[in-house]
């Protein structure tokens, strides 16, 4: 099944080529496909922060490359080029506090930074290790697929009925997705009578990413409005919820995007399973519980103004882009070192202890 999922492989988001970073603008998906270059660790983490790339494990890749972009330049500055760098982390860092997969992907390049001989070349060493993170992603996302997959097979074996929120695909990743790798492989098996999309409001993930991206790939998909998502639990026989994750904590709490909490109430009611994907690297077990994880705020302005028009007037918005689903009302955990049921602390820890399973 890994060949057939590798040759699925069609949308990507980013590029490193020609020693520059090239992300595909997700602000002005699907009506238009703009690529930007970028050269400078600033530059990467507007990019970030204004969500030209944006996607828990996307974010991360991103940073990686920053990083180098940044390395390069205080190399070529002179002096301690290391020290100077420091500017390039805390940049890259500050660009979106939620997803933990940003600050995994600078500690991996601290570490190989830490870790460079006098011999090496520390360009090429930092160069070599981002794209290595991006390539482990890819990986990670087509194991979680065939994990997700499995699970749908054992659970029901004919057709079925799937909601998604968000946009967790190859638009999200280094890859073929998360949640929507599960999704897409669940496709290419025959599993699939319909994918209902949830749009995901107020950045319409949903309706601009992911119907984008099933569509493309003659997935079934339907677009439904967010308030929606409960009524077709009730009357569409859903059978799986499946969501990505921007943070998983230590006792198996799961931040992800604003409204996912509620899928979960309201799956947890009607009976539907709910299933999380998401790569180890979006764990985070320095952090006990979801009450810990930092919730991005974002402007009022996304909630006011649809398209730049205002869609409400003379009043204050509040424009929370994540929330914490408690690890009580989550079916499974997918990640690529295995499957969690019913997480809680011991199964998380027992889990990080295992090694990749490809
Ligand atoms: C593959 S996980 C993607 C994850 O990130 C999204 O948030 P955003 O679009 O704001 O970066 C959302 O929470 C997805 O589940």
Known sequence: MREQLLAAEKVKAIEWRDGALHLLDQRVLPLEEVWHAYTTAAEVAEAI????????????????????????????????WKAALEEDFQVLADSR???????????????????????????????????????????????????????????????????????????????????????????????????????????????????????????????????????????KGITWVIVGADRITANGDVANKIGTYQLAVNAMHHGVRFMVVAPSSTIDMALESG????????????????GGRPVAAGVAAVNPVFDVTPADLIDFIVTEKGVVERPDAAKMAQLMCRKRLH
């Not at 944006?54 to 500055?77: E, H, K």
């Open 291 to 306: 009450d810990d994880i930092p919730i991005e705020e974002r402007d009022g302005r996304e909630l006011l103004e649809v």
């Open 97 to 235: 506090p939620t997803a933990v997969n940003l600050f995994w992907a600078l500690n991996r390049m601290r570490e190989r930074l830490e870790r460079l001989k006098v011999e090496e070349d520390p360009l090429l060493a930092l160069e070599a290790e981002a794209l290595g993170i991006h390539q482990s992603d890819r990986e990670a996302n087509l194991t979680m697929a065939q994990l997700g997959v499995e699970l749908i097979r054992k659970h029901q074996g004919n057709l079925q009925n799937l909601l998604t929120h968000c946009n967790t695909g190859a638009l999200a990743t280094g890859g073929f997705g998360t949640a929507l790798g599960v999704i897409r492989a669940a496709h290419l098996d025959g599993l699939v009578e319909r994918v209902y999309a949830d749009e995901t409001r107020p950045w319409l993930q949903g309706s601009r990413l992911t119907a984008w991206e099933l569509a493309n790939e003659g997935v079934p998909v339907s677009l439904n409005a967010d308030s929606a998502a409960a009524h077709l639990m009730k009357t």
């Open 49 to 80: 922060r204004a969500m030209v790339v944006r996607g828990a494990p996307a974010i991360g890749i991103s940073a990686a490359y920053g990083l180098v972009l940044g390395a390069r330049a205080r190399l070529a500055a002179g002096g301690d």
